[in-house]
Nanobody
Framework: QVELVESGGGLVQAGGSLGLSCSAS?????????VGWFRQAPGKEREFVAA????????LYADSVKGRFTISRDNVKNIVYLQMTNVKTEDTATYLC??????????????????WGQGTRVTVSS
């Protein structure tokens, strides 16, 4: 199992940009293949944001962030990034990364098990 730590959250104005990182440690050589970003706003259920496989090709995004957010990874540094641009107030949430779900679909409709980080808070002001 890998241990995940998110960073990069903070306060940003609507229309601005912010970059998040998900750093992995532990068994990254044999795991850390599928990584997803999720978010949870206060009083709402957790929702899928984006996912990426080991190759970094063909990432998948939620419709709500498509064209604004970019997921990428550095397999040498064991970091998965989420670059957020043109942020909106509705992007305000705690962002969490997850790796190696036991059952999943890359579009995030199924994501069971795996490792989770503690999350990093993003607040978008109007």
């Amino acid at each position: 199992q890998v241990e995940l730590v998110e960073s990069g959250g903070g306060l940003v104005q609507a229309g601005g940009s912010l970059g998040l990182s998900c750093s992995a440690s532990g068994r990254t050589s044999s795991r850390w293949k599928i990584v997803g970003w999720f978010r949870q706003a206060p009083g709402k259920e957790r929702e899928f944001v984006a996912a990426i496989d080991w190759s970094g090709h063909n990432p998948l995004y939620a419709d709500s962030v498509k064209g604004r957010f970019t997921i990428s990874r550095d397999n040498v540094k064991n970091i998965v990034y989420l670059q957020m641009t043109n942020v909106k107030t509705e992007d305000t949430a705690t962002y969490l990364c997850s790796a190696d779900p036991t059952h999943y679909k890359m579009d995030g409709t199924t994501w069971v098990g795996g490792s989770w980080g503690q999350g990093t808070r993003v607040t978008v002001s109007s």
